[in-house]
C-alpha cells in the first residue's frame, strides 16, 4: 500500500497562493493522486486528479515531479472559505481491492484575514 | 448532482446494541464504501462493495459487517457495539473515470455515532 504523509496544518492569508505537498514515496505504477477538501460536518468533496506531470482545474492544480514520489497541490488566491481540512489520496480501484484507496492524514488549511 | 444519503445523522446507542447505518446513491454506481473518520487517524476503509452482494474488507474491519442487496444502498452493520466504535461514519460511492484512473469518490454527510 501507498502510505501518504502531509503537513498536520498550515496557515495562510487571504490572496496567497498554497501549496500542500503529499508524499507517497512507494507509490506504485498504475496508482493514481487524488485530493480531496472536506468542511465540518461535511463528506469530502473532491477537487482535482492526476498521473504525471502538471493538472489544473477551475479551482486548483496539481503538481506532480517526474518519480511520483509526492505531489503538490496548489491553490491560487485562497478566500476565508477555503479553510479546510484537504485530503492527499493515492491508488487505483481494480476489481473488488478497495483497498488500494489510502487516504492520508489530512492537512488542516486555515486562511487568516 | 450525484446524491449519497446516509439515513442517520447522529445516533446515540449503548454498548452491545445492534447498529445499523443505511447508505442510498441514486446515480447506479457499482462501488460503494464505508470509511470511518477519527481525530488525527483520517480516513480508514471499514468494507467496500462492488456488485450486489458482493464485498471485500478494508483496513479496518474488525467489529463490522455490511450488507449489500440491492445496488443503491449499502449498509454497515455493528452487530454488538462498542465503545471504541464512537466515530464518524461516512458512506462513499465511485464515479466513473477514465481507463485506469481511480475515479472520483462522492461522499454522504456522515453519521456521528456515540456509543456509551
Known amino acids: 500500500l501507498a502510505k501518504t504523509t502531509q503537513p498536520i496544518s498550515m496557515d495562510s492569508y487571504e490572496g496567497q497562493e498554497v501549496n500542500i505537498t503529499c508524499s507517497h514515496n512507494n507509490i506504485a505504477t498504475n496508482d493514481y493522486i487524488t485530493w480531496y477538501q472536506q468542511f465540518p460536518s461535511q463528506g469530502p468533496r473532491f477537487i482535482i486528479q492526476g498521473y504525471k506531470t502538471k493538472v489544473t482545474n477551475e479551482v486548483a492544480s496539481l503538481f506532480i515531479p517526474a518519480d511520483r514520489k509526492s505531489s503538490t497541490l496548489s491553490l491560487p488566491r485562497v478566500s476565508l472559505s477555503d479553510t479546510a481540512v484537504y485530503y492527499c489520496l493515492v491508488g487505483r480501484i481494480s476489481s473488488g481491492s478497495a483497498r488500494q484507496l489510502t487516504f492520508g492524514s489530512g492537512t488542516q488549511l486555515t486562511v487568516l484575514p | 448532482d450525484v446524491k449519497v444519503t446516509q439515513s442517520s445523522r447522529y445516533l446515540v446507542k449503548r454498548t452491545g446494541e445492534k447498529v445499523f447505518l443505511e447508505c442510498v446513491q441514486d446515480?447506479?454506481?457499482?462501488?460503494m464504501f464505508w470509511y470511518r473518520q477519527d481525530p488525527g487517524l483520517g480516513l480508514r476503509l471499514i468494507y467496500f462493495?462492488?456488485?450486489?452482494?458482493?464485498?471485500e474488507k478494508g483496513d479496518i474491519p474488525e467489529g463490522y459487517s455490511v450488507s449489500r442487496e440491492k445496488k443503491e444502498r449499502f449498509s454497515l452493520i455493528l452487530e454488538s457495539a462498542s465503545t471504541n466504535q464512537t466515530s464518524m461514519y461516512l458512506c462513499?460511492?465511485?464515479?466513473?473515470?477514465?481507463?485506469?484512473?481511480?475515479?472520483?469518490?462522492?461522499f454522504g454527510e456522515g453519521s456521528r455515532l456515540t456509543v456509551l
Open positions: 446515480m447506479d454506481h457499482e462501488n
Open positions: 462513499a460511492t465511485l464515479g466513473l473515470a477514465e481507463t485506469g484512473a481511480t475515479g472520483e469518490l462522492f
Open positions: 462493495s462492488y456488485d450486489v452482494k458482493m464485498k
